[in-house]
């Protein structure tokens, strides 16, 4: 039982390059998160997802895209990296009205 | 919207002192608390939660109580480890099914010997 896994760990871009973060979960919950987490601004929530095929946006959407097309996988896209999405990034699940388990995260570094 | 506030850190203390990390929120209707914990190098855990007003949540003999009156969740430890040293998370959700979180910017606790 792997729990949330998070692929790439480390990724460095250039601007205007794109990339898709992967995660996964084995736990068979229905729903699942992207936060981003920067200095001093503990995490925000950029999407989420309430089951298989549907995305809602959270806080901060713009600069990304999301899509569900399998319960288990949740995929972040960044279409055209700027600096400024310069973070580390975290993808947890969680069924209904239950605590949110957390991925190990992707740091992401935009130049 | 909602929000929430704790206090800055860094906090420095030594083994077995007592602990205290204060946490305030902003927020419409009834919402849930939790306090998360983030280790050097991983993702975050829940420590512990109150969904609801005089609820005290516990784990690990970290303890929080839910004031409603204050809109306060103030987390407290009797006397705190090394292995205690980590980034200390309040957040709060509403009473959705999706928990969408919303955290404090975090505090980071360094215990010494």
Same mark, same amino acid.
């Given at each position: 039982?792997?729990g949330v896994t /998070?692929?790439?760990?480390?990724?460095?871009?250039?601007?205007? /390059?794109?990339?898709?973060?992967?995660c996964a979960q084995d736990m068979n919950h229905e729903y699942m998160y992207w936060?981003?987490?920067?200095?001093?601004?503990?995490?925000?929530?950029?999407?989420y997802s309430?089951?298989?095929?549907?995305?809602?946006?959270?806080?901060?959407?713009?600069?990304?895209?999301?899509?569900r097309?399998?319960k288990q996988n949740f995929?972040?896209?960044?279409?055209?990296?700027?600096?400024? /999405?310069?973070?580390?990034?975290?993808c947890a699940s969680s069924r209904?009205?239950n605590e949110q388990f957390f991925g190990?995260?992707?740091?992401?570094?935009?130049? | 919207?909602?929000?929430?506030? !704790?206090?800055?850190?860094?906090?420095?203390?030594?083994?077995?002192?007592?602990?205290?990390?204060?946490?305030?929120?902003?927020?419409?209707?009834?919402?849930?608390?939790?306090?998360?914990? !983030?280790?050097?190098?991983?993702?975050?855990?829940?420590?512990?939660?109150?969904?609801?007003?005089?609820?005290?949540?516990?784990?690990?003999?970290?303890?929080?109580?839910?004031?409603?009156?204050?809109?306060?969740?103030?987390?407290?430890?009797?006397?705190?480890?090394?292995?205690?040293?980590?980034?200390?998370?309040?957040?709060?959700?509403?009473?959705?099914?999706?928990?969408?979180?919303?955290?404090? !910017?975090?505090?980071?606790?360094?215990?010494?010997?």
């Amino acid at each position: 039982n792997a729990g949330v896994t /998070q692929t790439p760990k480390f990724r460095v871009l250039k601007t205007g /390059q794109s990339m898709t973060l992967l995660c996964a979960q084995d736990m068979n919950h229905e729903y699942m998160y992207w936060y981003r987490q920067d200095p001093g601004m503990g995490l925000r929530l950029i999407h989420y997802s309430v089951g298989e095929g549907t995305t809602a946006k959270g806080e901060v959407p713009d600069g990304y895209n999301v899509s569900r097309l399998k319960k288990q996988n949740f995929l972040l896209g960044l279409e055209s990296a700027a600096p400024s /999405q310069t973070s580390v990034y975290f993808c947890a699940s969680s069924r209904a009205y239950n605590e949110q388990f957390f991925g190990p995260g992707t740091r992401l570094t935009v130049l | 919207g909602n929000s929430v506030t !704790q206090m800055e850190g860094p906090v420095t203390l030594s083994e077995e002192a007592f602990l205290t990390i204060n946490c305030t929120y902003t927020a419409t209707g009834y919402p849930s608390l939790f306090w998360y914990v !983030q280790y050097p190098g991983e993702g975050l855990q829940l420590l512990l939660k109150a969904t609801k007003a005089d609820d005290k949540g516990s784990n690990k003999g970290f303890e929080a109580t839910y004031r409603k009156e204050t809109t306060s969740f103030h987390l407290e430890k009797g006397s705190v480890q090394v292995s205690d040293s980590a980034v200390y998370f309040c957040a709060l959700s509403d009473q959705g099914g999706a928990q969408k979180l919303v955290f404090g !910017q975090g505090t980071r606790l360094t215990i010494n010997p």
